[in-house]
């Protein structure tokens, strides 16, 4: 199972947590005070973690970044190497050989090494050319593990990473975590369950107990909104306005 970067994971943890408890004050806030007041109280609230938010942004972003670099040179290295050059010529030769005329079982065995490797630019190649050469199963074998690929599958993690700590710190407190990509720690932690990675206390606080996430609110959420269904409104809107104390007088 597929690991995220150790500090980055304890960074978001800390945002998530910073950033649920802001929420939960804004709500009561919106809930309890006239508009005038619940704007001043939320502003506060919103002022109080913004300095902090910044600092886990600089961090999450480089991490992120260090992070798409070394995958990418990693596995350029691998593909590279004499070795792996030499594996992908003989597949090619031993297809050639047999007339690309080969059995499921025999080819799945003669690409092994390239999924092992995780090469994906050499089995996207193969399954053009088994399609190329009506064999298409073994064409959609290929491209099927070609997508599957653990430098894509991690840049598409840690840049969803990246959207979600440079939200804007309004849309991450008050806005609606459906309506606004990546916005929420939710959908951070259901893409990395859906991507494979492992999430193991990805779902508590950093050094405490406090659950992070409510996966089932948010999925309901989804639905509810793709089957145009009753939601409970945002604490803020963003629309044309941005300011709040209008918005909450709505």
């Known amino acids: ?22 929420r939960v004050q804004a709500r009561k806030a919106k809930e309890i005070y006239k508009p005038e007041v619940a704007s001043e109280i939320i502003l506060k609230e919103i002022n109080s973690i913004k300095g ?22 990693a596995h350029e290295n691998q ?8 594996t992908i010529s003989n597949i090619l030769k031993m297809l050639e050989l047999r007339n690309f005329d080969v059995s499921e079982k025999q080819f799945k065995n003669l690409v092994a090494p390239l999924i092992k ?10 399954g053009d050319l088994m399609s190329s050469k009506e064999k298409h199963d073994l064409s959609f074998y290929c491209k099927q593990n070609a997508k599957q690929n653990e430098v ?22 008050g806005g609606d975590p459906v309506k606004y990509k990546n916005s929420s720690y939710e959908e ?3 893409l990395a369950q859906n991507l494979g990675f492992d999430v193991t206390d990805m779902d508590r606080e950093y050094g405490g107990s406090d659950i992070l996430v409510d ?14 269904l009753p939601v409970d409104d945002p604490i803020l809107k963003f629309d044309d306005r941005t300011d709040i104390e209008k918005q909450l007088s709505e």
């Open 52 to 73: 902090l938010r910044e600092n886990y942004k600089k961090s999450i972003n480089r991490l992120v970044e260090v992070g798409i670099k070394e995958i990418r040179e």
């Open 1 to 22: 199972m597929k690991r995220l970067d150790s500090e980055i994971v304890n960074f978001l943890r800390r945002d998530a947590k910073m950033v649920k408890d802001a």
């Open 215 to 228: 996966t089932d609110a948010f999925v309901k959420r989804q639905i509810d909104i793709a089957m145009d």
């Open 117 to 126: 490797a995780d090469d994906y630019i050499t089995l996207d190649m193969l």
């Open 188 to 190: 951070i932690y259901i």
């Open 152 to 173: 894509e599958l991690t840049e598409k993690m840690l840049n969803a990473i990246s959207e979600y700590i440079n939200t804007d710190i309004l849309k991450s407190v």
């Open 79 to 86: 593909y590279r190497s004499e070795g792996h050059q030499a």
